[in-house]
């Protein structure tokens, strides 16, 4: 498993709710690369909760389609949009777990649409979250000219899953 490193670090009005680390009420999301998969370790908290004790249903979404933009940011090198994103909440997920573990792949492309599926799961491994995403990925000059210059990964293995 290898980190990727945040291709939009540095980036003039660079503020993403999701994974900017320098936005003050931001997700602070990071992302890994393990094969065809890519994860991501996330941190619930109180202010994030819908009812007592709950994550709100919304930020959960959020963190699908988060991930997903990172697929393809990774696994295509080029940036898109979201055309459609699919939740299903199967398990509540609690504000005082202590690590969420977010997984997601390519389930198939066909031309520049990409079908990503992606969970959310709990300290435990419930999956508690299951989502789907149709990602209408940008050729790369497009890509390039809203100003993605590729997604790396770091040189160190961290880990295997």
Request: aromatic content about 12%; some cysteine.
């Amino acid at each position: 498993m290898r980190k990727i490193l945040n291709p939009w670090i540095g980036k003039e009005h660079y503020d993403c709710f999701g994974c900017c680390p320098e936005n003050p009420i931001g997700l602070h999301m990071e992302f890994y690369e393990d094969g065809d998969d890519i994860i991501s370790f996330w941190n619930p908290q109180e202010h994030y909760q819908g009812w007592i004790g709950t994550m709100h249903g919304g930020i959960l979404s959020t963190i699908i389609d988060e991930i997903a933009g990172w697929v393809v940011f990774r696994k295509l090198q080029t940036s898109g949009m979201t055309t459609r994103l699919d939740v299903k909440y199967k398990h509540p997920v609690l504000t005082s777990e202590n690590q969420l573990t977010v997984v997601a792949h390519i389930r198939e492309q066909h031309r520049q649409m990409v079908f990503i599926d992606a969970k959310i799961m709990n300290s435990q491994g419930e999956v508690c979250v299951e989502g789907s995403a149709i990602y209408f990925a940008f050729a790369q000059d497009q890509a390039k000219e809203m100003g993605f210059h590729g997604c790396d990964v770091a040189d160190e293995q961290l880990f295997s899953m």
